[in-house]
């Protein structure tokens, strides 16, 4: 529990880190619309230079830029498999049993697994450059004109942020429950998942018991301070957007915009080919 | 039953979606211990039970998003379909725990969780089927994947949900669900 990766946030003072948070949260979702609306050579072309342009305005090293990838090797691998395997039985390689490999399948795959690798990375910039706290705000703040269709947006950000800051008390009370499990011979170092999975399972009972009296103690103390609710909660400050916060939610539309000019135009080029 | 405040509702969904990001974690010396024992379904389902469907609902999707935020898991690529199907947990048990009352907790809470476990998988397959992997789904692989590798994490959700609700209740820490009878 000691290497809980909280802070995959990465200090810094680079332009990505100063933009507003809002800003590329919103990036991130219209980021994302303009990677699934790629199926040109050019198209993906275009996307890899953007997001390469971003790794290296916000300073971070293209090794921490694509951990998140060397995680999911084998899940690409699986995913391509699958696709060439058994996607399209038309204009097979060779037929054996249930397999039909096919180029048509081969390029799918590969279509798949170029938008999570593009997604994953851009996900993977937001984290680092974002505090979660950050994160939160802005997410509060892009689901607040729901406040009008009756969500309410101030309690359900108050529930995100305390949840944020309930993680590492959770975290060092897990480890704690761990050690003492550890200490009645518990074994969670064995090299048998049955031994580890049986040292692991009666951790879950006590953990859920602590972390709701912790709870129970916090709506105690909300409520003899006489909170109410969200509702009607104020911020003490507001932040505006900055003219490079503009600068950049344009740059992003624009890409997007473009994307969708690829996808939908009757042009005919070889680069707008589908492989 | 007494009904618990809004405030206390809110503060255990805090709670549970902390415990989306905690359990997985605790549950990490298991290897793949994610797909088999889901330790992350098991907040969502307590919250959906205890607080009601609007916090479940709540608690389901930003659970998953709250731990690919913080650890990486699970990846951006699974975690649309992954808050589907908690989601649908949390609404469901929620709303299955308000309809059903059977004068006995047992009976509700189990009725309540097979078909939210039920009703999340079945949405979560026809989102992979018509949404995210379209042409790629097939029954056999729905059931390997949603019923087959973790049948484990059905049975532990099965047995440790009313386990952990009955110690909760008997804890005082939320309120009984049927008046207890005296002697």
Redo the contacts between chains.
């Keep these: 529990?000691n290497r809980?990766?909280?802070g995959?946030y990465i200090p810094g003072d680079t332009f990505i880190h100063r933009l507003d948070s809002r800003i590329k949260l919103l990036g991130l979702f219209i980021t994302t619309a303009a990677i699934l609306l790629v199926n040109s050579i050019l198209g993906y072309s275009i996307m890899f230079a953007f997001i390469l342009g971003i790794i290296l305005l916000s300073g971070i090293s293209m090794k921490t830029a694509l951990?998140?990838i060397n995680?999911?090797l084998l899940?690409f691998v699986i995913v391509l498999l699958?696709?060439t395997f058994?996607?399209s039985p038309e204009k097979p390689w060779f037929s054996f049993w249930i397999f039909t490999p096919s180029t048509l399948g081969l390029l799918y795959g590969i279509e798949i697994v170029l938008r999570?690798f593009l997604?994953?990375i851009a996900?993977?910039i937001l984290?680092s450059t974002t505090t979660?706290m950050e994160?939160t705000h802005a997410l509060e703040s892009l689901i607040s004109p729901f406040r009008y269709l009756g969500l309410p947006t101030g309690?359900?950000a108050?529930?995100?942020s305390?949840?944020?800051q309930?993680?590492p008390?959770?975290?060092e009370e897990?480890d704690a429950i761990?050690k003492t499990q550890m200490a009645r011979g518990a074994r969670?170092d064995s090299k048998k998942?049955s031994e580890?999975?049986a040292?692991?399972?009666p951790?879950?009972?006590p953990?859920?018991?602590s972390?709701?009296?912790?709870?129970?103690d916090?709506?105690v103390a909300?409520?003899a301070r006489g909170?109410?609710?969200a509702k009607g909660r104020t911020q003490k400050k507001g932040t505006p957007l900055q003219r490079q916060d503009l600068g950049a939610l344009g740059v992003i539309f624009f890409i997007c915009l473009l994307q969708i000019v690829l996808r939908f135009s009757n042009l005919t080029h070889p680069w707008r080919s589908r492989f | 039953m007494q009904e618990m405040?809004?405030?206390?509702k809110?503060?255990?969904?805090?709670?549970c979606?902390?415990?989306c990001?905690?359990?997985p974690?605790?549950?990490h010396?298991?290897?793949n211990?994610g797909s088999i024992?889901l330790p992350m379904h098991?907040p969502v389902l307590?919250c959906g039970l205890i607080c009601g469907w609007q916090f479940g609902l709540?608690c389901g999707l930003?659970g998953p998003a709250?731990s690919?935020?913080?650890?990486?898991m699970p990846?951006?690529?699974i975690l649309p379909i992954m808050m589907i199907e908690l989601a649908v947990y949390g609404l469901v048990s929620g709303l299955m725990m308000k309809l059903i009352r059977s004068k006995s907790t047992y009976v509700d809470l189990y009725i309540s969780l097979i078909i939210a476990m039920l009703s999340g998988r079945i949405v979560a397959g026809l989102a992979r089927a018509l949404i995210f992997a379209r042409?790629?789904t097939t029954i056999a692989t729905w059931t390997t994947s949603y019923f087959v590798t973790s049948l484990?994490g059905i049975i532990?959700q099965l047995v440790?949900i009313p386990?952990?609700v009955f110690?909760?209740m008997q804890?005082k820490?939320?309120p009984m669900r049927y008046p207890q009878k005296r002697a």
């Design positions: 529990m809980l990766p909280i995959i951990n998140a995680k999911l899940f699958m696709n058994f996607y999570l997604v994953l996900s993977n984290t979660p994160t309690q359900i108050m529930i995100l305390i949840a944020i309930f993680i008390t959770l975290s897990t761990r969670f998942i580890k999975a040292a692991v399972l951790m879950v009972v953990i859920f018991l972390a709701f009296k912790r709870a129970d916090l709506s909300m409520e909170y109410r609710g | 405040s809004v405030v206390k809110s503060i255990i969904t805090a709670v979606l902390a415990l990001v905690v359990l974690i605790a549950f010396a298991v290897p211990a024992y098991i307590l709540l930003a709250l690919t935020l913080f650890t990486g990846p951006a690529a042409g790629n484990p532990i440790l386990t952990i110690a909760l804890a820490l939320i």
